[in-house]
């Protein structure tokens, strides 16, 4: 009886070791600020100081420690590494009445030219995907929607940048650096299929990533 009791105890040890080394950090949905915010130099909003460098569902450890991702069904439900996958940005999508999220941004360097890559993997499978890049004299924003679609009177839809803004915390950076920033613009999409019409794309949001 009292070498069952030790073993209960040797598991029950290991079970409590193991939570405490693989701590989850679960990813909440993004919430809109006030607009004006995305606007400002100051870099105060609770997103910045979270750790927000890891997510929880569908997630394990594989054999040697490391922490892995499953996408829920689908595509052979295979693991992406989530050291390369975080919650790196809190970018929000309104588009007619529906809202989107961009949670993952991806930041490089080219010369003095620093370039955003906005997308919602892992976390979602959104059609959306946002570009932007920043100089010393100008900003840009490429926004597209990624529909496979076979009816041959289709044509791509074109979008129209309206008001861009691009804020980083620094002025210059290197490969390596971690960047913070905000951003903000209004894109019109002109639709010719299956009717002719347009709408409007209305996107804010926060980010923190290092540059690769």
């Given at each position: 009886?009292?070498?069952?009791v030790f073993?209960?105890?040797?598991?029950?040890?290991?079970?409590s070791c193991n939570?405490?080394?693989?701590?989850?950090?679960?990813?909440?949905?993004?919430?809109?600020?006030p607009?004006?915010?995305?606007s400002t130099?100051?870099f105060?909003e609770p997103?910045?100081s979270?750790?927000?460098y890891g997510?929880?569902?569908?997630?394990?450890?594989?054999?040697?420690?490391?922490?892995?991702?499953?996408?829920?069904?689908?595509?052979?439900?295979?693991?992406?590494?989530?050291?390369?996958?975080?919650h790196?940005?809190?970018?929000i999508?309104q588009i007619?009445?529906s809202?989107?999220?961009?949670?993952?941004?991806?930041a490089?360097?080219?010369?003095?030219?620093?370039?955003?890559s906005?997308?919602?993997?892992?976390?979602?499978?959104?059609?959306?995907?946002?570009?932007?890049?920043?100089d010393?004299?100008?900003v840009?924003?490429?926004?597209?929607?990624?529909?496979?679609?076979?009816?041959?009177?289709?044509?791509?839809?074109?979008?129209?940048?309206?008001?861009?803004?691009?804020i980083?915390?620094?002025?210059?950076?290197?490969?390596?650096?971690?960047i913070?920033?905000?951003?903000?613009?209004?894109?019109?999409?002109?639709?010719?299929?299956p009717?002719?019409?347009?709408?409007?794309?209305?996107i804010y949001?926060?980010?923190?990533?290092?540059?690769e």
């Amino acid at each position: 009886m009292s070498r069952i009791v030790f073993n209960l105890s040797i598991l029950l040890l290991f079970i409590s070791c193991n939570g405490a080394e693989q701590k989850e950090v679960y990813i909440s949905e993004p919430k809109l600020s006030p607009v004006e915010n995305y606007s400002t130099e100051t870099f105060d909003e609770p997103f910045f100081s979270e750790n927000h460098y890891g997510y929880a569902q569908f997630m394990k450890f594989d054999s040697s420690g490391k922490l892995t991702y499953q996408y829920p069904g689908g595509l052979n439900n295979q693991f992406v590494d989530s050291t390369k996958y975080y919650h790196s940005a809190e970018v929000i999508l309104q588009i007619d009445t529906s809202t989107y999220y961009f949670r993952n941004c991806k930041a490089t360097k080219s010369g003095d030219t620093i370039a955003l890559s906005f997308t919602d993997n892992p976390f979602s499978r959104t059609h959306y995907e946002l570009k932007a890049w920043k100089d010393q004299s100008s900003v840009n924003f490429q926004y597209n929607q990624n529909f496979t679609i076979t009816d041959s009177s289709y044509r791509p839809s074109t979008y129209s940048v309206v008001n861009p803004g691009l804020i980083f915390d620094k002025k210059e950076y290197a490969k390596g650096d971690r960047i913070k920033g905000k951003l903000h613009v209004t894109v019109i999409g002109n639709h010719t299929w299956p009717k002719v019409y347009t709408d409007t794309v209305i996107i804010y949001g926060l980010f923190k990533t290092v540059i690769e």
